[in-house]
């Protein structure tokens, strides 16, 4: 009887005990998970873990406890946690979620990935419908992946087609830049933090990316022993023996490497210069390089160490062709002398944002501060952009044109071996007819054979556009007012719709159609004077008399003693003399407007005839800006000299200086002179 009390008694006892430990067990727990919530996460670690002293079955608790942990950084407890949830719970992802994020976290990126690989497996077949569901938001990694190379693909776009690794001193095709990307820590890093798909998109990835394939170009003079790409093919740039171009490849890519870059490149070894579509890709992609490079670094090899202020205006470096969209695309550039030590010890993380810098090159170029900073490329302005290349030289004859391919935002064909005047004429004739713009037909000098209304020569351009005087606001509304004296309306609106509606010049196949006002040459007489050079007297219909130069010999005639052969002096028509606004510039915002400048205004006071005034108005505006036109038309002008050459064909007369012509009589003005001529 006693022993079946004694066991009665142990039950009850168990039975107690039991009840109390799980009494003391949901109070920890529970005050756990407000310490979890409230981010008291030692607080929650303790308790949790005095749940699971007294209740070690329990995974939720052990998934809980891992979470705390993932917030202190604890990574291998959170961990162990982690894979304590799934032993107790191997058909939940929960489990598996926690050791992916400990994982992630330890760095231990592979295991990462193969984690959350199981998890998505465990989403997939969970038995519950919501389980199943959750999967949706997850990406598989092929998904992730394919982001990140989307994102490598547009950085890239703009980048070399081959690279030079810093880290092994190896050049890198695209596909060598995308394994060396897949395999390093921030590639794995990524990958395994996209896990949703709003990560897809999130601009992380784009940073990454950008970081990782940061690139340093170089800039600098060609020299007699530079590497070339044979010379390192299948070679560790630190391998290589020997001074001049080695030695300054080396030093390249160790300043680029001790600076944090992983890739740099350089003209001379990274271009396959005998293929000629990878040939092409480059010449016409360069410009884009550089202005994408996270730093340009600029080697002056002839400028000694510690030099004074003024040693990099006289550097070549400043003359060389290819250099000039070298300076002016990038936006970070650093110097460094023949030591590869920092020009003038600047050691700014930018030379661009140096006022001493920038004002020796200033000096040395002759480009603007503005446009040094930030250079806008295209073909406007070219006239200015033509001017700061006229001085510059290239080894290549053809490089003339194809070094300011970038500069002008052209895309045309390399073809060496087409020589300077076809390849100068393919790049001017693009600008015209791009953009419409005369002023690369303002030139001194020889002309062209691929035409005559184009230099020889770049450095015909060194010379300033002509530059004429201008008249006052107040002179042209005093010649406005006698004009409307003297010339009837609509004279005056004939002339200026005629020229609104002239088409722009238009080159094609080398024959420029020119629209223009046109003078009959009726006279031409030489004079005596330099005999290196014929000075001729010349006359023309409606202009006054005026003096050419020129290395050629024209045929002399008169009106006594006429020639069957045609000459013109021509005005090309520039559609800036119309002073209509240019809209490529600047867009007006609706935002600006007012609601009477709208025509919203809501007030009931209105002019008693408005339609009546503002057709007079607007009549009368018309009118004045064709009266204006006629003023401008009555200034001096820089004429082209024409000579005939086929019934309809004419070429320029190039000439030493600019040809200055003037009309007689700005109200004899004539419509009938305005034409288009086919130039050869």
């Known amino acids: 009887m006693m022993a079946l009390s004694d066991e009665t008694t142990n039950a009850d006892y168990f039975d107690w005990s039991n009840d109390f430990k799980k009494q003391c067990s949901a109070l920890c727990a529970a005050n756990g998970d407000a310490a979890l919530a409230a981010s008291d996460y030692d607080q929650a670690i303790d308790l949790y873990s005095m749940v699971i002293d007294l209740d070690p079955a329990s995974d939720v608790v052990f998934a809980n406890r891992s979470q705390a942990n993932l917030s202190k950084m604890l990574w291998e407890d959170a961990l162990l946690d982690a894979d304590k949830v799934t032993e107790l719970n191997p058909s939940s992802h929960i489990g598996y979620q926690l050791a992916h994020a400990a994982l992630r976290g330890a760095q231990r990126y592979d295991e990462a990935m193969e984690t959350f690989t199981i998890m998505l497996s465990k989403l997939d077949d969970a038995p519950e419908a919501h389980i199943r569901d959750l999967r949706q938001q997850y990406v598989c990694l092929s998904e992730a992946e394919d982001a990140i190379r989307r994102a490598v693909g547009i950085e890239l776009s703009n980048a070399p087609l081959r690279l030079l690794d810093t880290s092994t001193g190896l050049l890198s095709d695209r596909a060598a830049q995308l394994n060396s990307f ?38 600098h003079r060609w020299e007699e022993t530079e590497v070339l790409l044979h010379h390192i093919q299948n070679k560790g ?20 490497r001790d ?19 990878e040939l092409q890709e480059s010449v016409n992609s360069m410009f884009v390089w550089y202005r994408h490079s996270a730093l340009t670094i ?59 810098i920038m004002k020796e090159l200033e000096g040395a170029t002759g480009i603007d501060p503005q446009a040094l900073i930030s250079f806008h490329p295209g073909v406007r302005d070219a006239r200015q952009k033509l001017q700061w290349a006229s001085k510059r030289v290239t080894t290549v004859q053809e490089d003339t044109a194809y070094s300011l391919f970038g500069i002008f935002d052209v895309h045309l064909p390399v073809i060496y071996g087409e020589r300077k005047q076809s390849a100068l004429g393919r790049l001017l004739q693009d600008i015209v007819s791009r953009s419409g713009d005369i002023t690369a037909l303002d030139w001194v000098g020889q002309s062209s054979e691929f035409n005559s209304c184009l230099p020889a020569d770049i450095i015909s351009y060194a010379t300033p556009p002509c530059s004429l005087p201008s008249l006052s606001e107040d002179e042209i509304q005093t010649a406005v007012s006698s004009l409307r004296n003297i010339v009837a309306v609509d004279l005056a609106s004939k002339l ?59 045929k002399q005639f008169s009106c006594a003693k006429p020639t069957r052969q045609t000459f013109f002096l021509v005005r090309p028509w520039d559609r800036r003399l119309l002073e209509l606004p240019d809209f490529s510039d600047e867009a007006e915002s609706a935002e600006d407007w007012s609601e009477s400048e709208s025509g919203l205004d809501d007030t009931d006071e209105s002019p008693s005839d408005p339609s009546g005034e503002e057709e007079s108005s607007v009549g009368s505006e018309i009118h004045s800006q064709s009266f204006r036109l006629m003023v401008h038309l009555g200034q001096a002008f820089n004429a082209l000299l024409l000579a005939q050459q086929r019934v309809g064909e004419y070429k320029r007369v190039a000439s030493d200086h600019n040809i200055i012509a003037q009309v007689k009589d700005t109200a004899s003005i004539d419509i009938m002179n305005i034409r288009t001529l086919d130039i050869l």
């Open 182 to 219: 897949k395999i390093s820590p921030e590639y794995k890093e990524l990958l395994s933090f996209i896990t949703k798909r709003s990560d897809l998109g999130m601009e992380h990835i784009k940073e990454v990316v950008a970081m990782h394939f940061r690139c340093v170009l170089l800039s």
């Open 237 to 256: 740039v630190r391998e290589l023996e020997g001074h001049g171009g080695i030695a300054k490849l080396q030093s390249f890519c160790k300043v680029a």
């Open 259 to 277: 600076a944090g870059y992983f890739w740099a490149w350089m003209d001379t070894c990274c271009i396959d210069k005998s293929n000629n579509v």
């Open 298 to 356: 600029v080697y002056l090899s002839d400028v000694p160490p510690s030099s004074q202020p003024g040693a990099l205006a006289r550097s070549v470096w400043n003359e060389r062709g290819w250099t000039f969209q070298e300076l002016v695309a990038p936006k970070v550039v650093i110097f460094y002398q023949k030591d590869w030590s920092l020009y003038l010890d600047d050691r700014s993380r930018n030379h661009k944002e140096s006022p001493a």
């Open 496 to 554: 200026y719709n005629m020229l609104e509606d002239m088409n722009a010049p238009l080159f094609a196949n080398s024959r420029l159609r020119l629209p223009c006002i046109a003078f009959r040459v009726t006279e031409v007489k030489r004079r005596r004077g330099d005999p290196t050079h014929s000075t001729y007297g010349v006359k023309a219909d409606g202009l006054r008399d005026l003096v050419i130069t020129t290395d050629e010999t024209l």
